[in-house]
């Protein structure tokens, strides 16, 4: 019993910490289908954190909060955007220099509005996404097996995460089931065909760039006003790059994106609660478990289980025919 | 026919973004409430007024040529080498090992055995990452950001586990032994009367980026090898036709760069720290990427722009010293120093195209 009791924490401890991640993999799952490699993730998400909890400690309230954070990662998508669409620059180059800009701008502004080291003050009450109980938790915890489930899996984590697990069959339904998402697809593997069909290469690709903003804004926002109670410096701690390596692993689908995020979450779960594990005379080191996310992406990519082909027109610049 | 003259792209090109990104940064320091002016006084006091400043300002210098030249010369094979900072770890790694576990007599021969093991490591950290983009097309970019990710956590075990010294809670290796101390510019250049660069970490690994800087600039214009990679760098497929080999040269590009990251180690572990602690790199790995945009992927541009990032960073320094702005401001201009030299070149470039088109229209 007691050893299904703390896998029901580390279960839901996976849950907590692989929604940042599954948000940030699906804003860049719906970049990068549309040809626009981003690995400005974290740094928008870096940004989102810090206004959505600089707003919601002002204001005292965790949506303006989550509003602000919305706009300031679509600020940098949009920078994004122009440099990458409109400018046709590098899109990778654009992407370092947007995290930088994140990293750089979040710690100056704290500094200059709250005096505190480059963090905000601690969130509470209406200043924070509180848990969401589902009706008869309470009740049914009691009941073996179903009930740890049921009340500590499922129920008492904020809206933002089954916001972002409902997002996975959206963005499904999305990406296969609309008009939009045929194109968005389409105008990553050929624009120019896109563009003979009368459909604008830029807009979708703003329009793609957009929404990647948002979700990631979403995602800060979680990182900040749910998960912690206020920003501080660095909070995102590579979560964007793990994203990234997430949306890889998942060969850029929505499903398997969720099942990478999860996978990913457990290993984080696993390294904070347990640090070194003992396997009868072997000891894994808590290093190993940091580096494992990203040492799997390299395996994938390496094309060694299953190769990760990226959309093909990822990373081009699409030039008009004149 | 071209465009531009080459004096347009090579100088003009870089200045305008340079005094763009500078005019956004005076309008982020008026933004939290601090005067522009005032900063910039502040900075070049604080990293170019005296000796002491310079051996500060010499000594980021020197880190960022490094990166710089790394990440310029896989720029050369139009390869993106974002690993910077994970083979400078390596470096790190080698320098110490080279520097702990043998008994070097003189500081000469002990700094040319670390450099070597310096660049053998950051080279060996940029191998796997060239060979899976050589030979399975994996693309470069992501790989060498997961061995950043990587490193640090195998910086991380090694210096916990196995460097550690016994009863040391700090995870950072022992101290390296007297013989191995480089020296510095306050025991080189000082007099018995006049103590200059007092306390400043400047040493003599300033005149070996120099050399790098030197060698790099021979080696991608006077050598064969140099001419493979750049011309592999303008276009693969008409450098399959002349013969060259794409996997070699990929290879080879990554390991000379991942070595010249790895490399900085004498500068930062061997010359300053003298024993390797985690985050030893702090972050230079990645200006080396604004090093390397804005001189352009040209040795003197490098050694130029690895100047103003030193003087930068010291000036960052003073700033947070004296004032309340926070030396993450550094981090803002080095982040607009990107955008606008990189990502943003078009920007700069189209209209300064057209206006030299316009120029040169008018006297028929």
């Given at each position: 019993m007691d050893s299904f009791v703390t896998l029901i924490q580390v279960l839901d401890s996976t849950v907590r910490l692989a929604t940042p991640l599954l948000l940030a993999c699906l804003a860049g799952l719906y970049s990068e289908r549309a040809g626009i490699f981003d690995i400005g993730l974290e740094g928008k998400m870096l940004i989102s954190a810090f206004f959505s909890a600089a707003v919601a400690a002002v204001t005292g309230s965790v949506w303006l909060g989550l509003l602000a954070g919305i706009a300031s990662s679509l600020v940098l998508s949009a920078l994004h955007g122009v440099a990458?669409?409109?400018?046709?620059?590098n899109q990778l180059i654009s992407g370092v220099a947007i995290n930088f800009l994140a990293s750089g701008l979040t710690v100056l502004i704290a500094q200059s509005w709250f005096q505190q080291g480059g963090r905000t003050p601690s969130l509470f009450g209406q200043g924070r996404f509180e848990p969401i109980n589902f009706p008869f938790a309470e009740a049914l915890?009691?009941?073996?097996?179903?009930g740890p489930i049921y009340s500590e899996l499922l129920s008492g984590h904020s809206i933002l995460v089954y916001i972002a697990f409902l997002m996975v069959p959206a963005t499904w339904w999305i990406l296969y089931r609309t008009r939009f998402g045929l194109r968005l697809r389409a105008v990553g593997e050929n624009p120019a065909a896109v563009d003979t069909a009368g459909v604008s290469v830029v807009g979708l690709r703003f329009a793609a760039v957009a929404i990647c903003g948002v979700l990631c804004g979403i995602a800060g926002a979680y990182l900040a006003t749910a998960l912690q109670a206020g920003f501080v410096k660095?909070?995102?701690?590579?979560r964007g790059f793990i994203a990234l390596a997430a949306l890889i692993f998942a060969k850029w689908r929505p499903w398997h994106a969720m099942w990478a995020c999860l996978l990913f979450g457990l290993l984080q779960a696993i390294a904070l609660r347990f640090q070194n594990i003992d396997l009868g005379g072997i000891v894994i080191p808590v290093q190993v478990m940091d580096a494992l996310p990203y040492i799997l992406t390299v395996v994938i990519l390496a094309g060694f289980v299953g190769k990760a082909v990226p959309p093909r027109a990822g990373g081009e610049p699409y030039v008009k025919e004149r | 026919m071209e465009k531009m003259p080459k004096w347009a792209d090579v100088v003009l090109i870089p200045i305008i973004s340079l005094v763009l990104a500078t005019i956004l940064s005076a309008l982020v320091i008026l933004a939290i409430g601090e005067n522009p002016v005032e900063a910039v006084n502040l900075m070049v006091t604080g990293a170019l007024g005296s000796t002491y400043g310079w051996g500060y300002t010499l000594y980021y210098a020197t880190n960022f040529m490094f990166t710089g030249l790394a990440v310029a010369v896989a720029f050369h094979a139009r390869l993106f080498n974002i690993g910077g900072e994970g083979q400078a770890m390596l470096g790190g790694l080698g320098v110490a090992m080279v520097c702990l576990y043998i008994p070097w007599p003189h500081w000469s021969i002990a700094l040319i055995a670390a450099g070597l093991g310096a660049a053998v490591f950051g080279a060996a950290w940029a191998a796997i990452p060239a060979y899976l983009q050589a030979k399975r097309g994996s693309h470069i970019v992501i790989t060498t950001i997961m061995f950043n990710f990587i490193a640090a956590a195998f910086l991380n075990y090694m210096l916990v586990n196995v460097m550690r010294p016994q009863?040391?809670?700090?995870?950072a290796t022992a101290r390296f032994p007297e013989a191995v101390h480089l020296p510095t510019f306050q025991s080189m250049f000082s007099t018995a009367e006049n103590v200059m660069f007092r306390g400043a970490p400047a040493n003599i690994s300033f005149f070996v980026a120099i050399i790098a800087c030197l060698v790099v600039w021979a080696l991608i214009w006077r050598t064969r090898l140099g001419y493979e990679i750049r011309a592999y760098g303008h276009s693969e497929t008409g450098a399959v036709y002349a013969g060259i080999s794409p996997v070699r040269i990929t290879i080879i590009a990554m390991l000379i760069s991942g070595g010249l990251a790895g490399l900085m180690a004498i500068n930062?572990?061997?010359?300053?720290?003298e024993r390797l602690v985690l985050n030893s790199t702090e972050g230079a790995g990645f200006i080396g990427i604004a090093v390397a945009l804005m001189g352009r992927s040209h040795p003197f541009g490098v050694f130029l722009a690895a100047l103003l990032f030193g003087f930068l960073y010291q000036g960052g320094a003073e700033l947070a010293l004296w004032t309340s702005i926070p030396r993450e401001l550094i981090v803002v201009i080095q982040a607009l120093v990107i955008l606008f030299?990189?990502?943003?070149?078009n920007m700069v470039r189209m209209p300064l195209e057209k206006l030299f088109l316009a120029l040169r229209k008018e006297p028929q």
């Amino acid at each position: 019993m007691d050893s299904f009791v703390t896998l029901i924490q580390v279960l839901d401890s996976t849950v907590r910490l692989a929604t940042p991640l599954l948000l940030a993999c699906l804003a860049g799952l719906y970049s990068e289908r549309a040809g626009i490699f981003d690995i400005g993730l974290e740094g928008k998400m870096l940004i989102s954190a810090f206004f959505s909890a600089a707003v919601a400690a002002v204001t005292g309230s965790v949506w303006l909060g989550l509003l602000a954070g919305i706009a300031s990662s679509l600020v940098l998508s949009a920078l994004h955007g122009v440099a990458s669409i409109t400018f046709r620059g590098n899109q990778l180059i654009s992407g370092v220099a947007i995290n930088f800009l994140a990293s750089g701008l979040t710690v100056l502004i704290a500094q200059s509005w709250f005096q505190q080291g480059g963090r905000t003050p601690s969130l509470f009450g209406q200043g924070r996404f509180e848990p969401i109980n589902f009706p008869f938790a309470e009740a049914l915890s009691e009941v073996p097996f179903i009930g740890p489930i049921y009340s500590e899996l499922l129920s008492g984590h904020s809206i933002l995460v089954y916001i972002a697990f409902l997002m996975v069959p959206a963005t499904w339904w999305i990406l296969y089931r609309t008009r939009f998402g045929l194109r968005l697809r389409a105008v990553g593997e050929n624009p120019a065909a896109v563009d003979t069909a009368g459909v604008s290469v830029v807009g979708l690709r703003f329009a793609a760039v957009a929404i990647c903003g948002v979700l990631c804004g979403i995602a800060g926002a979680y990182l900040a006003t749910a998960l912690q109670a206020g920003f501080v410096k660095e909070m995102t701690a590579g979560r964007g790059f793990i994203a990234l390596a997430a949306l890889i692993f998942a060969k850029w689908r929505p499903w398997h994106a969720m099942w990478a995020c999860l996978l990913f979450g457990l290993l984080q779960a696993i390294a904070l609660r347990f640090q070194n594990i003992d396997l009868g005379g072997i000891v894994i080191p808590v290093q190993v478990m940091d580096a494992l996310p990203y040492i799997l992406t390299v395996v994938i990519l390496a094309g060694f289980v299953g190769k990760a082909v990226p959309p093909r027109a990822g990373g081009e610049p699409y030039v008009k025919e004149r | 026919m071209e465009k531009m003259p080459k004096w347009a792209d090579v100088v003009l090109i870089p200045i305008i973004s340079l005094v763009l990104a500078t005019i956004l940064s005076a309008l982020v320091i008026l933004a939290i409430g601090e005067n522009p002016v005032e900063a910039v006084n502040l900075m070049v006091t604080g990293a170019l007024g005296s000796t002491y400043g310079w051996g500060y300002t010499l000594y980021y210098a020197t880190n960022f040529m490094f990166t710089g030249l790394a990440v310029a010369v896989a720029f050369h094979a139009r390869l993106f080498n974002i690993g910077g900072e994970g083979q400078a770890m390596l470096g790190g790694l080698g320098v110490a090992m080279v520097c702990l576990y043998i008994p070097w007599p003189h500081w000469s021969i002990a700094l040319i055995a670390a450099g070597l093991g310096a660049a053998v490591f950051g080279a060996a950290w940029a191998a796997i990452p060239a060979y899976l983009q050589a030979k399975r097309g994996s693309h470069i970019v992501i790989t060498t950001i997961m061995f950043n990710f990587i490193a640090a956590a195998f910086l991380n075990y090694m210096l916990v586990n196995v460097m550690r010294p016994q009863g040391s809670q700090d995870p950072a290796t022992a101290r390296f032994p007297e013989a191995v101390h480089l020296p510095t510019f306050q025991s080189m250049f000082s007099t018995a009367e006049n103590v200059m660069f007092r306390g400043a970490p400047a040493n003599i690994s300033f005149f070996v980026a120099i050399i790098a800087c030197l060698v790099v600039w021979a080696l991608i214009w006077r050598t064969r090898l140099g001419y493979e990679i750049r011309a592999y760098g303008h276009s693969e497929t008409g450098a399959v036709y002349a013969g060259i080999s794409p996997v070699r040269i990929t290879i080879i590009a990554m390991l000379i760069s991942g070595g010249l990251a790895g490399l900085m180690a004498i500068n930062n572990v061997m010359g300053e720290a003298e024993r390797l602690v985690l985050n030893s790199t702090e972050g230079a790995g990645f200006i080396g990427i604004a090093v390397a945009l804005m001189g352009r992927s040209h040795p003197f541009g490098v050694f130029l722009a690895a100047l103003l990032f030193g003087f930068l960073y010291q000036g960052g320094a003073e700033l947070a010293l004296w004032t309340s702005i926070p030396r993450e401001l550094i981090v803002v201009i080095q982040a607009l120093v990107i955008l606008f030299t990189g990502a943003l070149d078009n920007m700069v470039r189209m209209p300064l195209e057209k206006l030299f088109l316009a120029l040169r229209k008018e006297p028929q």
